[in-house]
């Protein structure tokens, strides 16, 4: 496995370091499980892991699994939560549904010898499992940006959905599902919890160089906005997230020090090649800002920034969802007031 160093993989070999690997494995921290899908490419992508305990627990809590429930859960990995859920729920009430085919076989493997052979299923968890609905809760192990129909489809009236949900510019908050008898769901977000995506879900990846050209052509202005209140402030970072689609945010330190004062924020929409720098150097209280491409994403996260201070500083709780078999759609304190992008 692998431990995330500042952002990097540091590989961690049970052969090689028994008792190490042994500490890590019972430390309240994310340990990764898989690079780049397993593909071999060596861009060092997180792709499988095992969360930190603390945030089994808490989203365990949430789901509140009841003996002899049927539970559905979305990203097997390791196996470690299916079996915990059985543990709760029974092994006969536990479907597990991975995308990978080889997590999926060392799941399916490692919760036979340990005693707890729940239903392992590879496949794609965006379609659910339908043979074993409905379910009485469905639990996702992967953020996601748009909630599948099909979960909330496959859940019995008054059960519940778990997962992690986020936007491209943000990732995550935990949102509570409670399905319906009209066929809908509606829910709260709460929690600071940061999943890896549900593969197609995922936001493109790319450095930085590979978005931000030398040629390209761009507007220049300045700005009193200080990237710490809207990146650093977890909720308002979350409502820029809602009113600013497809919008990542990448932060280069100078020299590669994470130390440095002196930083460039670099806002790209992967998708149609819009770009936005936010340039901050020690001493200074206006930041240059360049953009380029068919959407002003500095503009737009201004925009929405502002939007969220007008509103009064809402903490990320009095957000809501409501899924329906059309889409979705957020809304503030109640379903009434939609969240407009």
Same mark, same amino acid.
């Given at each position: 496995?692998?431990?995330?160093?500042?952002?990097?993989?540091?590989?961690?070999?049970?052969?090689?370091? =028994?008792?190490?690997?042994?500490?890590?494995?019972?430390?309240?921290?994310?340990?990764?499980?898989?690079?780049?899908?397993?593909?071999?490419?060596?861009?060092?992508?997180? @792709? @499988?892991?095992?969360?930190?305990?603390?945030?089994?627990?808490?989203?365990?809590?949430?789901?509140?699994?009841?003996?002899?429930?049927?539970?559905?859960?979305?990203?097997?990995?390791?196996?470690? %939560?299916? !079996?915990?859920?059985?543990?709760?729920?029974? $092994?006969? %009430?536990?479907?597990?549904?991975?995308?990978?085919? *080889?997590?999926?076989?060392? !799941?399916?493997?490692?919760?036979?010898? $340990?005693?707890?052979?729940? %239903?392992?299923?590879?496949?794609?968890?965006?379609?659910?499992?339908?043979?074993?609905? =409905?379910?009485?809760?469905?639990? @996702?192990?992967?953020?996601?940006?748009?909630?599948?129909?099909?979960?909330?489809?496959?859940?019995?009236?008054?059960?519940?959905?778990?997962?992690?949900?986020? $936007?491209?510019?943000?990732?995550?908050?935990?949102?509570?599902?409670?399905?319906?008898?009209?066929?809908? !769901?509606?829910?709260?977000?709460?929690?600071?919890?940061?999943?890896?995506?549900?593969?197609?879900?995922?936001?493109?990846?790319?450095?930085?160089?590979?978005?931000?050209?030398?040629?390209?052509?761009?507007?220049?202005?300045?700005?009193?906005?200080? /990237?710490?209140?809207?990146? #650093? %402030? +977890?909720?308002? #970072?979350?409502?820029?997230?809602?009113?600013? =689609?497809?919008?990542?945010?990448?932060?280069?330190?100078?020299?590669?020090?994470?130390? #440095?004062?002196?930083?460039?924020?670099?806002?790209?929409?992967?998708?149609?090649? @819009?770009?936005?720098?936010?340039?901050?150097?020690?001493?200074?209280?206006?930041?240059?800002?360049?953009?380029? *491409? /068919?959407?002003?994403? +500095?503009?737009?996260?201004?925009?929405?920034?502002?939007?969220?201070?007008?509103? *009064?500083?809402?903490?990320?709780?009095?957000?809501?969802?409501?899924?329906? #078999?059309?889409?979705?759609?957020?809304?503030?304190?109640?379903?009434?007031? /939609?969240?407009?992008?």
């Amino acid at each position: 496995m692998w431990l995330d160093e500042a952002g990097a993989p540091a590989v961690l070999a049970r052969s090689e370091s =028994p008792e190490r690997w042994l500490e890590a494995c019972y430390a309240d921290r994310p340990l990764i499980t898989q690079l780049d899908d397993g593909d071999g490419s060596g861009r060092g992508y997180f @792709s @499988s892991s095992i969360s930190m305990p603390t945030t089994v627990a808490m989203m365990l809590a949430a789901l509140d699994p009841e003996s002899g429930g049927r539970v559905l859960e979305i990203g097997t990995g390791t196996g470690y %939560n299916a !079996a915990l859920l059985a543990f709760r729920a029974g $092994t006969e %009430n536990v479907t597990t549904v991975e995308v990978d085919p *080889g997590i999926a076989e060392q !799941a399916r493997a490692a919760l036979k010898a $340990t005693g707890w052979p729940v %239903n392992v299923v590879t496949g794609d968890g965006t379609k659910g499992h339908p043979p074993g609905a =409905p379910y009485d809760r469905v639990l @996702s192990t992967a953020s996601v940006q748009r909630v599948p129909y099909a979960w909330v489809e496959q859940t019995a009236p008054g059960g519940r959905v778990v997962t992690p949900w986020g $936007t491209a510019f943000h990732n995550g908050a935990l949102l509570h599902l409670r399905v319906r008898a009209d066929g809908t !769901a509606a829910g709260r977000f709460s929690g600071n919890v940061g999943f890896m995506w549900l593969r197609d879900q995922r936001t493109p990846h790319g450095a930085v160089e590979d978005r931000v050209r030398p040629e390209h052509d761009y507007t220049e202005s300045t700005t009193g906005l200080h /990237p710490y209140y809207a990146l #650093s %402030n +977890f909720d308002a #970072s979350f409502a820029i997230g809602l009113r600013v =689609p497809a919008m990542k945010s990448v932060v280069v330190f100078d020299d590669d020090n994470p130390g #440095s004062a002196a930083y460039t924020v670099y806002l790209m929409d992967p998708y149609v090649g @819009s770009w936005a720098s936010w340039r901050v150097a020690p001493g200074r209280d206006a930041y240059t800002v360049r953009q380029h *491409g /068919p959407r002003c994403l +500095f503009e737009e996260l201004e925009d929405a920034y502002r939007w969220w201070l007008d509103a *009064g500083e809402p903490e990320h709780t009095r957000f809501g969802l409501t899924v329906t #078999s059309d889409g979705q759609t957020v809304w503030l304190d109640t379903p009434g007031a /939609p969240i407009g992008t």
